[in-house]
Structures are given as C-alpha cells and as structure tokens.
C-alpha cells in the first residue's frame, strides 16, 4: 500500500482542485494537490514538499478532514487529506496542467481521480449540497 497526502485548501466558500498531466496515470484527471510519502518524512512534512514542489507555495497543514483507501489496477493507496492553508507564495503551475477553485455544488462538472470519490461526496454532504447533485460520489 502506498501512502498519499493532499490538501484541501480553503478560501471565500471555494477549494482548489489541480489537473492531473497528461504524461501521468490518470491524465488530466482532477485531485486535490499532494503526493507520495517518502521514506523518513512525516505525513506532513510530505504534504508541504509536495505543496511547495507542485505549486510553489508553503502550507500549514491542518486536521485530517478523511482517510480512504482506494484500490486502482495498479496500485492501492491510503489517502490522508489534510486541512491546509496556504501561508506563503501564490499557486504556479509547476506540475499540474490546471488549477481551479471550486465551490461543493461545482463539484460534479468535474471528473475526479477515483480514490477522490468518498471525499468529495463528504465535501458536499458537509456544505449542505443538495443530494441529487452527487449521486454516485461515496459509492
């Protein structure tokens, strides 16, 4: 099993989401910015690496808003989303070929990376969407 960390980073009622790269697995995909945990870092320590070799910016990472475990062909992963807040540096795109800021209600005009599914679907239960918008998120 591969350990994985992303932020969710907040402001004004939106989050933002980056676009996978289309050379990667899962092209162009949406997720939230984060990566591997290498060997000797902490789950945070390797949320800030990611968030300052991927975008340019240094965070606090906050509580642990999920954890999943998602199975895809080729690999399994825990995935620890954080609360995080950017404390320094404006979002680049260095890795990500998009980023957005999204509001829970915009999240079905997106296509996610699957292992994103149960989070986004708490994301919008959380913030009170309605429910018909995300069927099939959480299943």
């Not at 004004?12 to 060997?39: D, Q, S």
Request: aromatic share 8%.
């Amino acid at each position: 099993m591969v350990e994985v960390v992303a932020a969710l980073i907040r402001e004004n009622g939106r989050f933002m989401i980056c676009r996978r790269p289309p050379h990667k697995t899962r092209a162009l995909l949406w997720e939230f910015v984060g990566g591997k945990v290498e060997a000797g870092e902490t789950k945070e320590q390797a949320l800030a690496r990611e968030c300052r070799e991927e975008l340019d910016v240094e965070v606090a990472a906050g509580d642990v808003y999920m954890t999943v475990v998602h199975e895809y062909p080729d690999v399994t992963v825990r995935l620890t989303l954080f609360d995080a807040k950017i404390i320094s540096g404006v979002p680049k795109l260095l890795e990500h070929a998009d980023i957005r800021w999204i509001t829970p209600a915009e999240i079905p005009q997106f296509e996610f990376c699957p292992a994103n599914k149960e989070i986004l679907a708490k994301i919008m239960y959380d913030c009170e969407v309605d429910p018909e918008r995300f069927r099939g998120y959480g299943e």
